[in-house]
């Protein structure tokens, strides 16, 4: 496979449920991001990892949990969620965080709580 | 300080019409300006891009027209075709920035 990949594509959880996104990316990029996107909103940028380090946070709830185990694989762990989390999450990767690198997103988890 | 601005929310374009595409935004630091197209059921993937050093770029169909001073710049989709149809968004960034901000989106429908 090549490009960035998210599993599972669609997800429809509880709000007591405990979910995770998956994203994989296979361009030897060193950051990757998470974003949400709304409808007829902004896409919000959510986390930002440059080589498996945190380094942004943009005041998300901590319902979310993001997870960069190594510089291929991201994470975003969910609990208790609620209707207004409701949204297609996308993961992103770049060759680094330098001004006019391209972003490469992937397909997105459409997630519905109910 | 931080926001984009784009209009309009949607277009409808016959087949070989120009499609134009508008964002505004305030951070005098922004000095990089992409634009990404998405599909249906897609992640979005850049189109074109452009750096405040030059007042027009073109690839193709698609030209960047950029106002420094206005702080404004614009998408023209020149022959428009029903494959074009999509949502588009401006976005920004600075050299001192970790990631893009986007404006709200276009969604973009060519009539054939």
């Known amino acids: 496979e090549t490009g960035v990949t998210q599993t599972p594509r669609h997800l429809v959880m509880g709000m007591t449920n405990k979910k995770s996104l998956k994203c994989e990316q296979h361009?030897?990029?060193?950051?990757m991001y998470w974003y949400k996107q709304s409808a007829k909103k902004p896409l919000e940028l959510m986390f930002v990892?440059?080589?498996?380090?945190?380094?942004e946070n943009n005041s998300v709830p901590s319902r979310f949990s993001p997870e960069c185990p190594n510089s291929s694989h991201l994470f975003l762990h969910l609990h208790t969620l609620q209707p207004e989390d409701s949204a297609l999450y996308l993961c992103?990767?770049?060759?680094?965080?330098?001004?006019?690198?391209?972003?490469?997103f992937g397909q997105g988890t459409r997630l519905t709580v109910v | 300080q931080q926001q984009v601005k784009q209009s309009p929310q949607s277009l409808i374009v016959q087949k070989g019409g120009i499609s134009i595409i508008n964002c505004a935004y305030e951070?005098?630091?922004?000095?990089?300006f992409p634009w990404y197209q998405q599909f249906p059921g897609k992640g979005p993937a850049l189109l074109i891009a452009?750096?405040?050093?030059?007042s027009e770029k073109k690839e193709g169909r698609f030209t960047i027209s950029f106002n420094k001073s206005a702080k404004q710049f614009s998408l023209h989709i020149m022959d428009s075709q029903p494959g074009d149809s999509a949502t588009y968004f401006c976005?920004?960034?600075?050299?001192?920035?970790?990631?893009?901000?986007f404006g709200k989106g276009t969604t973009l429908s060519v009539s054939s």
């Open positions: 976005a920004a960034s600075n050299q001192a920035g970790t990631a893009l901000i």
């Open positions: 361009l030897g990029h060193n950051a």
């Open positions: 990892y440059s080589l498996e380090e945190r380094v």
């Open positions: 951070n005098t630091a922004f000095d990089y």
């Open positions: 452009i750096r405040p050093d030059v």
């Open positions: 992103a990767s770049s060759q680094g965080l330098r001004r006019g690198t391209e972003a490469f």
